[in-house]
């Protein structure tokens, strides 16, 4: 298996709603990455787990909680968004062994609308 | 920090032409240098990739060589196809750390027939 999978697809949400986001990947990969990316922009890096802990979080507002329940699954929790957090979010993981680098391996992403 | 200036676009072509996507960085350590591609409606997928001065990166007809005097990575292929629109992105990744990947802005390609 070579790939990241995202659920939902697409989803539309409330500012009042809760709603989770889920990535799955089974390389064996130890980091995971949440991006978000807004049309016509480049992937902008939300949050990072290396070994299920959190590594870095790029000032991401606390509406978005991320979860690393084990070294397969990530999950971006979605609560009280504003219209400008619709965007494709994007998941993402990479193999680490030292100074060797593979790239990132990329989910289709989930197209979320707030309304 | 760590910085990648690709060139602007959108860049259109006619099927066969010649493509280069210009890609410069800025980084204070050693980076491993990446091309990916976004499909309309997808996520990114990796290109090619360098990890050192003068690896040439390919893949699909696309190649790419690691320039550590002109700091640069641009991105080439011979004979461009329709199949070949996309969004092309320039990245970086440093070796330590978290091994966070940094992208350019993004160049959008459009080959007609």
């Known amino acids: 298996d070579t790939e990241v999978t995202q659920t939902p697809k697409h989803l539309v949400m409330g500012m009042t709603n809760k709603k989770s986001l889920k990535c799955e990947q089974h390389?064996?990969?130890?980091?995971m990455y949440w991006y978000k990316q807004k049309a016509k922009k480049p992937p902008e890096l939300m949050f990072v787990?290396?070994?299920?802990?959190?590594?870095i979080n790029e000032s991401v507002p606390s509406r978005f909680s991320p979860e690393c329940p084990n070294s397969s699954l990530l999950n971006l929790h979605l609560h009280a968004l504003q219209p400008e957090d619709s965007a494709l979010y994007l998941c993402?993981?990479?193999?680490?062994?030292?100074?060797?680098?593979?790239?990132?391996?990329f989910g289709s992403g989930t197209r979320l609308t707030v309304v | 920090g760590d910085s990648v200036t690709q060139m602007e676009g959108p860049v259109t072509l006619s099927e066969e032409a010649f493509l280069t996507i210009n890609c410069t960085y800025t980084?204070?350590?050693?980076?491993?240098l990446f091309w990916y591609v976004q499909y309309p409606g997808e996520g990114l997928q990796l290109l090619l990739k360098?990890?050192?001065?003068?690896d040439k990166g390919s893949n699909k007809g696309f190649e790419a060589t690691y320039r550590k005097e002109t700091t640069s990575f641009h991105l080439e292929k011979g004979s461009v196809q329709v199949s070949d629109s996309a969004v092309y992105f320039c990245?970086?990744?440093?070796?330590?750390?978290?091994?966070?990947?940094?992208f350019g802005a993004g160049t959008r390609l459009t080959v007609k027939p």
């Open positions: 993402a993981s990479s193999s680490r062994t030292g100074l060797s680098n593979y790239g990132y391996t």
């Open positions: 390389m064996g990969h130890r980091a």
């Open positions: 787990y290396s070994y299920e802990k959190l590594s």
């Open positions: 980084a204070t350590g050693y980076p491993s």
């Open positions: 360098a990890t050192k001065a003068d």
């Open positions: 990245a970086l990744s440093d070796r330590s750390g978290n091994n966070d990947m940094r």
